[in-house]
């Protein structure tokens, strides 16, 4: 089976379904690789070699019957360790829930268990999703494959090293303001956001209700179609949920051509402050999709200038309301202070045991936001500057189908480099967080080796509810960078190994 870690899961659910490789023995392979190499990664926080082998041999019985019920039934997968699970602990990186189990599984779980695909474990994140580097999980950073002294990106970045290192074929994040599509840049993966409220939210451990999506991570376009066509649909658990399916994603990402497709290139993402490989490479794709015929027009969108002060000031009054319910009553740890241990001191010692620095600091950040005198001047103000977002890709789609910019500033940066420079750190989400503040679709593909011969990604965003159309212009631009390079961004991956 060599080369096997590197296909597809398209190409590894047709070879499942032509009897040529089964289940069983493409989760050993993947659970393998998974615990000879996440010692060096660390993309994983658990391992479930059984009930992965369990649910396998499952997949195996109902192909063998006829009767898989779906076409990724077999594949196996990891899922982001702030989805609940009821076979596995799930602790959102965060010590305050390092030995919560839940009761029931999130919608999306229950959703692949009954597509029949093998849960290989749950991959670490930053602690209840908040940075951009990993480096605030309170289990240790995940690494990057192509450099393991350099960040995967965050908050997903063990999702996204497990992918691009080829510990599983396909994986599930979360995406409050760039945390699927920038590992997915960092890594040279592809990470795909819906439209918001086409994935279920139930049983996602919230960060910030009204910005949080659940997407695919992989390593090509139709992968995280299919996955998105498994996961999506109206849940009544959710009330975000969206009534109407956006129907088959796969069908949209088989269309290639770029044809007279209108591209939007956004003039405030598009300038200064980004990487010159960074840059580079953008403009090379847009050559490319000039040369493949399509229409490339500018697009205006005036205030994106305020899209990252408005994020950070909904986010964290999001968070300081959701994450209230750590209190050391309900669930997750209790540290018991010295001395009379009244509710309150309870509350406070175990809070300052269990949260980590980053999350403290937004937790902070957004009640003042939110208190008395300041609602108005702070959370009311950002809220008036999303709807000037939403105005403006209202109007950039009037002329445009898609829109495109770097997915980030620049690649992989080094363990350390951010952590003291909080501001740094949120800058690098400049051209995610527009897309979670209007509610649109947004994916990273991989245009090119950029800096330090590290990947680059490139975004492309469509109008709310258009994420087939997102995905169609997705798979012609990876067509077209796949044939410029001869081979597949994976392709140019290392191979990690164990000494």
Request: proline fraction near 6%; glycine fraction near 8%.
């Amino acid at each position: 089976m060599s080369g096997l870690h590197k296909k597809p899961s398209s190409e590894l659910a047709q070879m499942l379904r032509s009897g040529e490789v089964t289940s069983v023995q493409l989760t050993e392979l993947f659970l393998d690789r998974a615990e000879k190499l996440n010692p060096l990664t660390n993309s994983f926080l658990k391992i479930n070699r059984q009930t992965a082998l369990e649910q396998a041999k499952h997949a195996d019985e109902l192909i063998q019957a006829g009767k898989a019920p779906s076409v990724l039934t077999g594949v196996p997968i990891a899922v982001k360790d702030n989805l609940t699970t009821t076979d596995a602990i799930t602790t959102a990186g965060s010590k305050i829930l390092e030995n919560y189990l839940p009761q029931y599984d999130s919608t999306v779980v229950s959703k692949l268990r009954a597509a029949a695909m093998p849960i290989l474990g749950k991959t670490n994140l930053d602690e209840f999703a908040m940075g951009s580097s990993t480096e605030f999980s309170a289990y240790g950073p995940s690494k990057n494959p192509w450099d393991l002294e350099r960040i995967p990106g965050g908050s997903g970045g063990g999702s996204s090293s497990a992918v691009s290192g080829f510990l599983a074929p396909i994986a599930i994040g979360s995406d409050t303001g760039g945390s699927i599509r920038f590992p997915a840049a960092a890594t040279g993966s592809v990470g795909a956001k819906p439209t918001y409220g086409a994935v279920s939210r139930y049983g996602l451990i919230a960060l910030a209700s009204s910005l949080d999506q659940v997407g695919p991570v992989t390593n090509d376009v139709l992968d995280a179609a299919l996955l998105q066509d498994v996961i999506a649909g109206h849940d009544p658990m959710d009330s975000t949920s969206l009534v109407d399916s956006l129907g088959q994603m796969a069908d949209f990402a088989s269309k290639t051509d770029v044809k007279g497709l209108r591209v939007g290139v956004i003039k405030q993402l598009a300038s200064d402050g980004f990487q010159p490989g960074v840059k580079a490479r953008f403009d090379e794709s847009i050559q490319l999709l000039i040369d493949a015929g399509a229409e490339i027009v500018e697009v205006d969108c005036p205030s994106f200038e305020y899209a990252v002060s408005a994020y950070y000031l909904i986010l964290p009054a999001e968070a300081s309301s959701n994450l209230a319910r750590f209190d050391a009553v309900r669930f997750g740890q209790r540290v018991l202070p010295e001395g009379n241990p009244t509710i309150e001191r309870v509350m406070a010692a175990t809070r300052e045991a269990g949260f980590g620095p980053e999350v403290k600091r937004r937790i902070i950040l957004g009640t003042y936001a939110l208190s008395s005198g300041y609602y108005d001047a702070y959370y009311g103000s950002a809220q008036k500057v999303r709807t000037l977002i939403q105005q403006d890709f209202a109007k950039a789609f009037a002329s445009a189908d898609v829109l495109i910019s770097p997915t980030a500033p620049t690649t992989a940066f080094k363990f350390g480099e951010k952590l003291d420079d909080p501001l740094a750190m949120y800058l690098n989400d400049v051209a995610t967080i527009p897309a979670n503040l209007a509610g649109i679709p947004g994916i990273s593909v991989p245009n090119g080796l950029a800096e330090n011969d590290l990947p680059s990604g490139l975004q492309i965003l469509a109008a709310a509810q258009n994420d087939g159309v997102m995905y169609s212009a997705a798979a012609g631009i990876e067509k077209l960078q796949n044939d410029q390079w001869g081979k597949r961004m994976i392709d140019f991956a290392p191979e990690l190994e164990v000494n």
